[in-house]
């Protein structure tokens, strides 16, 4: 049966038996019972599934996770304690020291630190390119020991949509996986996985949970990358695993468990960025009306762009949904039924109008966060890419005088209100 994007929000991932719960249960439990070490011991030696410990896997996650795996189209997902965690995870599973990864410039500034500062101290370097780069651009940028390609679909706060399918293309020319950062868009308005991607992260924190109630993270993969054609490349997924009884990933668990296996028991079983059984609850209950409050979110954000866009005290727009915004085309190819809820704009008299407009408001809240029930706005320069200098933020998308308003799901006349009257 082909499900609608709604009816996997509501019904995929956890099939209840007769007189089980209905609701997804939160096994809030660390550590799971057997009757005799030797059951126990085909779960360590990856002969049998099941649950032994939470730090690597507990029931209540693997049920969302199986939701959105099917949201995205995936074969295979896990959660993580954060979307900065399923960054560090999804490059990590498949690169190391001395290697290197090409990533769009327009990411996240936090995404940003942990790929040019942290990861970079542990000897895998990156290369920054523009998004709007050409083939010959992108195709320059690569190296022997390029392991994968990353970037967002809709770039925070930057706005920028990326063209998947041409940076996929370029990708796979090099024998990579194209990684994407899918929190803006969510699967509910672009599932990158159709445009040849092929690992696909979130920050569940944003849309998916979309009440600010609980910290997560979500990598998800496609099972279409074959690692055996590319063995030289990825040992870790092609070569005996000595610290699990040597085990060969990609042979024992194919393309479409390979991958998300590794990360599970190797990467969180040493670094343990678990998501709680209680935040995967949480989650889920967002995820049961993601598709609905999607389009309200973008049908705001639109709302909100339009009358920025009018207004003589505002220097520049961003959304991707208006007519003549240069990301215009490739929203209408990727993103045909709406984008996100997240405008960025500059108030003219830059940096000190910025904050002295963000301090006028009453609807919106100044908080580090976005892609919330209830709006809130935040000036990057000042607090998330406030380690960027002025060339890296400008490579970045950010100019100093960039206010990042997220539209909540509150009615559109309010928040046009609550804008106006801050601006005057």
Same mark, same amino acid.
Request: overall charge negative.
């Given at each position: 049966?082909?499900?609608?994007?709604?009816?996997?929000?509501?019904?995929?991932?956890?099939?209840?038996?007769?007189?089980?719960?209905? %609701?997804?249960?939160?096994?809030? *439990?660390?550590?799971?019972?057997?009757?005799?070490?030797?059951?126990?011991?085909?779960?360590?030696?990856?002969?049998?599934?099941?649950?032994?410990?939470? #730090?690597l896997q507990n029931p209540t996650n693997d049920y969302v996770a199986a939701k959105i795996a099917s949201l995205e189209g995936g074969t295979a997902a896990m959660?993580?304690?954060?979307?900065?965690?399923?960054?560090?995870?999804?490059?990590?599973? =498949?690169?190391?020291?001395?290697?290197?990864?090409?990533?769009? *410039?327009?990411?996240?500034?936090?995404?940003?630190?942990?790929?040019?500062?942290?990861?970079?101290?542990?000897?895998?370097?990156?290369?920054?390119?523009?998004?709007?780069?050409?083939?010959?651009?992108?195709?320059?940028?690569?190296?022997?020991?390029?392991?994968?390609?990353?970037?967002?679909?809709?770039?925070?706060? +930057?706005?920028?949509?990326?063209?998947?399918?041409?940076?996929?293309?370029?990708?796979?020319?090099?024998?990579?996986?194209? =990684?994407?950062?899918?929190?803006? @868009?969510?699967?509910?308005?672009?599932?990158?996985?159709?445009?040849?991607?092929?690992?696909?992260?979130?920050?569940?924190?944003?849309?998916?949970?979309?009440?600010?109630?609980?910290?997560?993270?979500? =990598?998800?993969?496609?099972?279409?990358?074959?690692?055996?054609?590319?063995?030289?490349?990825?040992?870790?997924?092609?070569?005996?695993?000595?610290?699990?009884?040597?085990?060969?990933?990609?042979?024992?668990?194919?393309?479409? /468990? +390979?991958?998300?296996?590794? +990360?599970?028991?190797?990467?969180?079983?040493?670094?343990?960025?678990? %998501?709680?059984? %209680?935040?995967?609850?949480?989650?889920?209950?967002?995820?049961?009306?993601?598709?609905? #409050?999607? #389009?309200?979110?973008?049908?705001?954000?639109? +709302?909100? @762009?339009?009358?920025?866009?009018?207004?003589?005290?505002?220097?520049?727009?961003?959304?991707?949904?208006?007519?003549?915004?240069?990301?215009?085309?490739?929203?209408?190819?990727?993103?045909?039924?709406?984008?996100?809820?997240?405008?960025?704009?500059?108030?003219?008299?830059?940096?000190?109008?910025?904050?002295?407009?963000?301090?006028?408001?009453?609807?919106?809240?100044?908080?580090?966060?976005?892609?919330?029930? #209830?709006?809130?706005?935040?000036?990057?320069?000042?607090?998330?890419?406030?380690?960027?200098?002025?060339?890296?933020?400008?490579?970045?998308?950010?100019?100093?005088? $960039?206010?990042?308003?997220?539209? /909540?799901?509150?009615?559109?006349?309010? $928040?046009?209100?609550?804008?106006? %009257?801050?601006?005057?």
């Amino acid at each position: 049966m082909n499900k609608g994007i709604g009816t996997k929000c509501v019904q995929d991932g956890y099939t209840p038996g007769n007189g089980e719960p209905r %609701q997804i249960p939160i096994i809030q *439990s660390t550590t799971f019972k057997y009757s005799t070490s030797q059951e126990m011991g085909k779960l360590f030696d990856l002969e049998a599934s099941g649950y032994f410990y939470t #730090r690597l896997q507990n029931p209540t996650n693997d049920y969302v996770a199986a939701k959105i795996a099917s949201l995205e189209g995936g074969t295979a997902a896990m959660l993580t304690s954060s979307g900065q965690a399923a960054n560090f995870y999804a490059v990590f599973n =498949i690169a190391s020291c001395g290697d290197h990864i090409i990533s769009s *410039s327009t990411i996240y500034g936090g995404t940003y630190n942990l790929f040019a500062v942290t990861m970079k101290k542990m000897g895998i370097e990156f290369t920054f390119v523009s998004p709007h780069a050409t083939d010959e651009e992108l195709d320059a940028a690569f190296r022997p020991n390029t392991k994968a390609v990353f970037g967002e679909t809709i770039a925070n706060p +930057a706005l920028t949509v990326l063209d998947i399918e041409r940076f996929a293309d370029a990708a796979h020319r090099h024998g990579v996986p194209l =990684i994407i950062d899918n929190t803006f @868009a969510t699967p509910v308005h672009c599932r990158p996985f159709e445009w040849g991607a092929d690992i696909v992260t979130h920050s569940t924190t944003k849309y998916m949970d979309g009440h600010g109630a609980g910290v997560g993270g979500c =990598i998800v993969d496609s099972g279409r990358f074959d690692w055996l054609s590319h063995a030289d490349k990825y040992p870790g997924l092609c070569e005996p695993d000595d610290s699990y009884h040597g085990v060969t990933y990609a042979e024992r668990f194919g393309k479409e /468990g +390979a991958y998300i296996t590794k +990360a599970t028991v190797q990467l969180m079983r040493d670094f343990g960025s678990i %998501q709680s059984p %209680q935040n995967a609850y949480l989650l889920n209950l967002g995820l049961e009306s993601l598709h609905v #409050r999607m #389009r309200r979110h973008a049908d705001n954000g639109l +709302a909100v @762009a339009r009358f920025l866009e009018g207004h003589d005290r505002i220097a520049w727009v961003k959304y991707c949904g208006l007519e003549g915004d240069e990301n215009y085309e490739l929203a209408q190819k990727y993103l045909p039924e709406g984008s996100c809820g997240v405008v960025s704009f500059g108030v003219k008299g830059g940096r000190a109008a910025a904050e002295e407009f963000m301090a006028k408001l009453r609807i919106a809240a100044i908080e580090t966060h976005v892609a919330d029930a #209830r709006t809130c706005c935040l000036h990057p320069a000042s607090s998330t890419h406030r380690q960027m200098n002025d060339e890296e933020l400008v490579a970045a998308g950010v100019g100093p005088d $960039l206010v990042r308003l997220s539209c /909540g799901l509150e009615d559109a006349e309010d $928040l046009i209100a609550d804008i106006a %009257q801050a601006l005057e």
